[in-house]
Protein backbone atom coordinates (compact mmCIF):
# COMPACT_ATOMS: atom_id res chain seq x y z
CA UNK A 1 0.00 0.00 0.00
CA UNK A 2 1.45 3.39 -1.25
CA UNK A 3 0.68 6.21 1.42
CA UNK A 4 -0.19 9.64 0.92
CA UNK A 5 3.38 10.85 1.38
CA UNK A 6 4.04 11.12 -2.67
CA UNK A 7 6.70 13.29 -2.85
CA UNK A 8 10.45 12.77 -3.73
CA UNK A 9 12.31 16.22 -3.63
CA UNK A 10 15.27 16.24 -6.01
CA UNK A 11 18.29 17.62 -3.99
CA UNK A 12 19.95 18.71 -6.78
CA UNK A 13 22.89 20.51 -5.01
CA UNK A 14 26.69 20.98 -5.33
CA UNK A 15 27.52 20.36 -1.32
CA UNK A 16 26.50 19.36 1.99
CA UNK A 17 25.45 22.20 3.74
CA UNK A 18 22.79 23.62 1.72
CA UNK A 19 21.22 19.85 1.37
CA UNK A 20 21.15 19.89 5.27
CA UNK A 21 20.32 23.31 5.31
CA UNK A 22 17.55 22.28 3.44
CA UNK A 23 16.39 18.88 4.77
CA UNK A 24 17.02 20.32 8.34
CA UNK A 25 13.36 22.52 7.44
CA UNK A 26 12.07 19.16 6.32
CA UNK A 27 10.27 15.66 7.56
CA UNK A 28 9.88 12.39 6.75
CA UNK A 29 6.51 12.14 6.99
CA UNK A 30 6.21 15.07 4.09
CA UNK A 31 8.50 14.02 1.67
CA UNK A 32 10.91 11.45 0.57
CA UNK A 33 14.17 12.48 -0.70
CA UNK A 34 15.90 12.32 -3.83
CA UNK A 35 20.09 11.84 -4.41
CA UNK A 36 21.36 12.32 -8.04
CA UNK A 37 24.27 12.35 -10.07
CA UNK A 38 25.55 15.68 -9.18
CA UNK A 39 24.91 15.75 -5.41
CA UNK A 40 26.43 12.30 -5.37
CA UNK A 41 29.75 13.16 -7.19
CA UNK A 42 30.13 15.82 -5.34
CA UNK A 43 29.09 14.47 -2.05
CA UNK A 44 28.92 10.34 -1.71
CA UNK A 45 27.39 7.88 -0.22
CA UNK A 46 28.66 9.32 3.11
CA UNK A 47 25.74 11.88 3.00
CA UNK A 48 23.42 9.24 1.53
CA UNK A 49 23.72 8.05 4.64
CA UNK A 50 23.42 10.91 6.91
CA UNK A 51 20.11 11.40 5.47
CA UNK A 52 19.23 7.74 5.73
CA UNK A 53 20.13 8.64 9.65
CA UNK A 54 17.70 11.23 9.62
CA UNK A 55 14.52 8.73 8.58
CA UNK A 56 14.39 10.17 5.49
CA UNK A 57 13.87 7.10 2.54
CA UNK A 58 16.23 8.12 0.07
CA UNK A 59 15.89 7.50 -4.11
CA UNK A 60 19.60 7.39 -5.36
CA UNK A 61 19.34 8.42 -8.85
CA UNK A 62 21.89 7.40 -10.76
CA UNK A 63 20.31 5.80 -13.75
CA UNK A 64 22.66 2.67 -13.68
CA UNK A 65 23.41 1.49 -17.69
CA UNK A 66 26.13 -0.87 -17.93
CA UNK A 67 26.96 -4.21 -18.38
CA UNK A 68 24.75 -6.73 -16.58
CA UNK A 69 27.50 -7.92 -14.03
CA UNK A 70 28.68 -4.04 -13.21
CA UNK A 71 24.86 -3.05 -13.57
CA UNK A 72 23.60 -6.20 -10.16
CA UNK A 73 26.98 -5.07 -8.21
CA UNK A 74 26.12 -1.31 -8.24
CA UNK A 75 22.72 -2.17 -7.54
CA UNK A 76 24.12 -4.32 -4.69
CA UNK A 77 25.55 -1.67 -2.97
CA UNK A 78 23.26 0.52 -2.79
CA UNK A 79 21.21 -1.75 -1.17
CA UNK A 80 23.91 -2.25 1.29
CA UNK A 81 23.95 1.30 1.39
CA UNK A 82 20.05 0.98 3.03
CA UNK A 83 18.25 3.25 0.37
CA UNK A 84 14.67 3.01 -0.17
CA UNK A 85 14.75 3.29 -3.85
CA UNK A 86 17.49 2.89 -7.32
CA UNK A 87 17.21 2.97 -10.87
CA UNK A 88 18.53 1.81 -13.87
CA UNK A 89 18.04 3.20 -17.71
CA UNK A 90 15.60 0.41 -19.27
CA UNK A 91 17.61 1.30 -22.66
CA UNK A 92 20.69 -0.90 -20.75
CA UNK A 93 18.59 -3.96 -21.74
CA UNK A 94 16.32 -6.86 -20.60
CA UNK A 95 19.32 -9.26 -19.18
CA UNK A 96 20.72 -5.79 -17.38
CA UNK A 97 17.37 -4.86 -16.01
CA UNK A 98 17.46 -9.05 -14.88
CA UNK A 99 20.56 -8.79 -13.36
CA UNK A 100 19.63 -6.05 -11.39
CA UNK A 101 16.63 -7.83 -9.67
CA UNK A 102 18.20 -10.77 -9.36
CA UNK A 103 21.07 -9.13 -7.33
CA UNK A 104 18.48 -7.62 -4.91
CA UNK A 105 17.07 -10.66 -4.17
CA UNK A 106 19.47 -11.77 -1.52
CA UNK A 107 18.60 -8.99 0.71
CA UNK A 108 15.68 -8.98 3.05
CA UNK A 109 14.46 -5.76 2.41
CA UNK A 110 16.05 -4.88 -1.10
CA UNK A 111 15.46 -1.23 -2.39
CA UNK A 112 12.54 -0.58 -5.24
CA UNK A 113 14.33 -1.04 -8.21
CA UNK A 114 12.83 0.65 -10.92
CA UNK A 115 13.59 1.44 -15.06
CA UNK A 116 14.03 4.95 -16.52
CA UNK A 117 12.12 4.67 -20.09
CA UNK A 118 12.68 8.08 -21.48
CA UNK A 119 13.62 11.48 -19.43
CA UNK A 120 11.25 13.81 -19.18
CA UNK A 121 13.63 16.25 -21.06
CA UNK A 122 12.92 14.33 -24.07
CA UNK A 123 10.79 15.60 -26.68
CA UNK A 124 9.51 14.10 -29.80
CA UNK A 125 11.97 16.00 -32.43
CA UNK A 126 14.94 14.47 -29.58
CA UNK A 127 14.08 11.19 -30.65
CA UNK A 128 13.72 11.70 -34.78
CA UNK A 129 17.24 13.50 -34.29
CA UNK A 130 19.02 10.58 -33.13
CA UNK A 131 16.65 8.50 -35.55
CA UNK A 132 14.87 6.33 -33.02
CA UNK A 133 11.79 5.52 -34.56
CA UNK A 134 8.36 5.43 -33.41
CA UNK A 135 6.39 7.78 -30.73
CA UNK A 136 7.62 8.82 -27.44
CA UNK A 137 5.11 7.03 -25.48
CA UNK A 138 5.30 4.03 -27.36
CA UNK A 139 8.91 3.52 -26.26
CA UNK A 140 8.19 4.43 -22.67
CA UNK A 141 5.20 1.78 -22.79
CA UNK A 142 7.85 -0.70 -24.34
CA UNK A 143 10.13 -0.28 -22.05
CA UNK A 144 7.87 -0.36 -18.77
CA UNK A 145 6.57 -3.78 -20.34
CA UNK A 146 10.15 -5.20 -20.69
CA UNK A 147 10.88 -3.53 -17.02
CA UNK A 148 7.82 -5.68 -15.28
CA UNK A 149 9.12 -8.57 -17.21
CA UNK A 150 12.54 -8.71 -16.07
CA UNK A 151 11.09 -8.11 -12.13
CA UNK A 152 11.49 -4.39 -11.88
CA UNK A 153 9.29 -2.98 -9.00
CA UNK A 154 8.18 0.26 -11.40
CA UNK A 155 9.47 2.34 -14.11
CA UNK A 156 10.37 6.41 -14.11
CA UNK A 157 8.14 7.90 -16.91
CA UNK A 158 6.63 11.29 -17.07
CA UNK A 159 3.09 11.64 -16.04
CA UNK A 160 2.11 12.48 -19.57
CA UNK A 161 1.99 8.88 -19.89
CA UNK A 162 0.72 7.27 -16.57
CA UNK A 163 -2.61 6.65 -17.37
CA UNK A 164 -1.71 4.33 -20.48
CA UNK A 165 1.13 2.83 -17.96
CA UNK A 166 -1.53 2.16 -15.17
CA UNK A 167 -3.84 0.97 -17.48
CA UNK A 168 -1.48 -1.36 -18.98
CA UNK A 169 0.61 -2.45 -16.46
CA UNK A 170 -2.17 -2.91 -13.72
CA UNK A 171 -1.90 -0.99 -10.05
CA UNK A 172 0.82 -2.36 -8.27
CA UNK A 173 3.20 -1.25 -10.76
CA UNK A 174 4.84 1.90 -9.57
CA UNK A 175 5.11 5.04 -12.10
CA UNK A 176 7.72 7.54 -10.62
CA UNK A 177 7.22 10.81 -12.39
CA UNK A 178 9.70 13.42 -12.62
CA UNK A 179 8.60 16.33 -14.61
CA UNK A 180 6.06 18.03 -12.41
CA UNK A 181 5.64 21.63 -12.73
CA UNK A 182 2.93 23.38 -10.46
CA UNK A 183 0.90 25.89 -12.67
CA UNK A 184 2.80 28.86 -13.70
CA UNK A 185 6.24 27.22 -12.72
CA UNK A 186 9.47 27.17 -15.14
CA UNK A 187 9.43 24.15 -17.05
CA UNK A 188 12.99 24.91 -17.46
CA UNK A 189 14.72 21.90 -19.55
CA UNK A 190 12.27 19.66 -18.98
CA UNK A 191 9.72 19.16 -21.86
CA UNK A 192 7.14 16.41 -21.12
CA UNK A 193 5.60 18.43 -17.53
CA UNK A 194 2.46 17.68 -15.74
CA UNK A 195 1.06 19.26 -12.57
CA UNK A 196 0.39 17.75 -8.77
CA UNK A 197 -2.76 17.11 -9.86
CA UNK A 198 -3.06 15.71 -13.11
CA UNK A 199 0.01 13.35 -12.31
CA UNK A 200 -2.32 11.99 -9.47
CA UNK A 201 -5.46 12.21 -11.29
CA UNK A 202 -3.37 9.70 -14.07
CA UNK A 203 -2.29 7.30 -11.68
CA UNK A 204 1.37 8.93 -10.47
CA UNK A 205 3.03 7.04 -7.45
CA UNK A 206 5.43 9.19 -6.42
CA UNK A 207 6.33 12.43 -7.80
CA UNK A 208 9.79 14.30 -8.22
CA UNK A 209 9.96 17.55 -7.50
CA UNK A 210 13.13 19.31 -7.42
CA UNK A 211 13.67 23.04 -8.94
CA UNK A 212 9.95 24.41 -7.76
CA UNK A 213 10.97 23.70 -4.65
CA UNK A 214 14.63 23.94 -4.13
CA UNK A 215 14.90 27.18 -6.25
CA UNK A 216 11.43 28.53 -4.37
CA UNK A 217 12.52 31.94 -2.07
CA UNK A 218 10.17 29.78 0.09
CA UNK A 219 10.74 25.54 -0.71
CA UNK A 220 8.73 25.00 2.66
CA UNK A 221 5.28 26.86 1.32
CA UNK A 222 5.64 25.06 -2.05
CA UNK A 223 6.29 21.51 -0.55
CA UNK A 224 2.98 22.57 1.88
CA UNK A 225 0.97 23.67 -1.52
CA UNK A 226 2.23 20.84 -3.43
CA UNK A 227 0.97 18.03 -0.78
CA UNK A 228 -2.27 19.98 -0.14
CA UNK A 229 -2.96 19.52 -4.19
CA UNK A 230 -1.87 16.05 -3.93
CA UNK A 231 -3.99 14.89 -1.28
CA UNK A 232 -6.99 16.68 -2.50
CA UNK A 233 -6.60 14.88 -5.74
CA UNK A 234 -6.40 11.46 -3.97
CA UNK A 235 -9.27 11.83 -2.25
O1 LIG B 1 15.31 9.53 -12.74
C1 LIG B 1 14.97 10.71 -12.48
O2 LIG B 1 14.80 11.06 -11.32
C2 LIG B 1 14.67 11.60 -13.62
C3 LIG B 1 14.22 10.99 -14.76
C4 LIG B 1 13.67 11.78 -15.80
O3 LIG B 1 13.21 11.26 -16.80
N1 LIG B 1 13.63 13.11 -15.64
C5 LIG B 1 14.12 13.76 -14.53
O4 LIG B 1 14.02 14.99 -14.45
N2 LIG B 1 14.69 13.00 -13.52
C6 LIG B 1 15.28 13.69 -12.34
O5 LIG B 1 14.24 14.38 -11.65
C7 LIG B 1 14.68 15.64 -11.19
C8 LIG B 1 13.79 16.71 -11.74
O6 LIG B 1 14.18 17.96 -11.25
P1 LIG B 1 13.40 19.31 -11.59
O7 LIG B 1 13.29 19.41 -13.09
O8 LIG B 1 14.28 20.37 -11.01
O9 LIG B 1 12.06 19.21 -10.92
C9 LIG B 1 16.14 15.77 -11.58
O10 LIG B 1 16.93 15.44 -10.45
C10 LIG B 1 16.34 14.74 -12.67
O11 LIG B 1 17.64 14.17 -12.64
Redesign the pocket.
Known amino acids: MIDNNRIVI ?1 L ?1 YTNESDVLAMVDQLEPQSCRL ?1 V ?1 KELFTYCGPQLVQKLIDRGFDVFL ?1 L ?1 YHDIPNTVAGAVKASAELGVWMV ?1 VHASGGFSMMKAAAEALKAFDKPPLLIA ?1 TV ?3 TAQSDLDQLDIPGKIEDRVLHYAKLAKEAGLDGV ?1 CSAQEAARLKAELGPEFLLVT ?3 RPKGADA ?1 D ?1 HRIVTPAKAITDGSDYL ?5 ITKASQPLQVLREINTEVESSLR
Do not use: E, H
Open positions: ADKGDKNVLTSVPGIGQVVGRP
